[in-house]
């Protein structure tokens, strides 16, 4: 039996490509004044829970691997919003940490989330209920 053939637009795949590009042209009107990129600003978020981390970790809380994650690093590093160190206890590892510059815009970078929000006319428990089910499709239980 032959299937039945859809159009692109009712594919799950194209639906998730238009919703991740749509937000990343949310985000770049609140990150241009920042001077980051949307990638960059992923970085950011990750380092205001919790820096120093590791490339490698870094990468894997990202789901970046090291040829992503590294140029990334390196340009905020030039821009003066990280430090990139090499580990004392392994001098294999790299840490990366926020300068003051780069802390300078943690309320910034935060409220970017807000507007997000905002503009994507999503409750608490919308939004929340969205990124439950998309983690679980990102990262399913099997793995």
Request: charged residues 25%.
């Given at each position: ?26 985000h ?12 960059q ?9 919790g820096?120093?981390?590791?490339v ?33 206890a ?7 940490d ?40 990102a990262?399913?239980?099997d793995?």
């Amino acid at each position: 039996m032959a299937s039945k053939r859809q159009s692109v637009g009712t594919q799950l795949s194209f639906a998730l490509y238009g919703a991740a590009n749509r937000m990343v042209r949310l985000h770049k009107p609140f990150l241009e004044p920042l001077g980051l990129t949307f990638p960059q600003y992923l970085v950011i978020l990750e380092l205001l829970n919790g820096a120093p981390l590791s490339v490698g970790a870094l990468g894997a809380r990202l789901d970046m691997d090291t040829g992503t994650i590294t140029p990334l690093v390196k340009r905020l590093d030039a821009a003066g919003l990280v430090t990139r160190t090499r580990d004392p206890a392994d001098e294999r590892r790299v840490m990366v940490d926020l300068t003051p510059r780069g802390r300078a815009l943690e309320a910034e970078v935060w409220g970017v989330s807000d507007k997000i929000k905002s503009a994507c006319q999503l409750t608490t428990q919308g939004l929340d209920e969205l990124r439950r089910t998309l983690d679980a499709l990102a990262h399913p239980a099997d793995e």
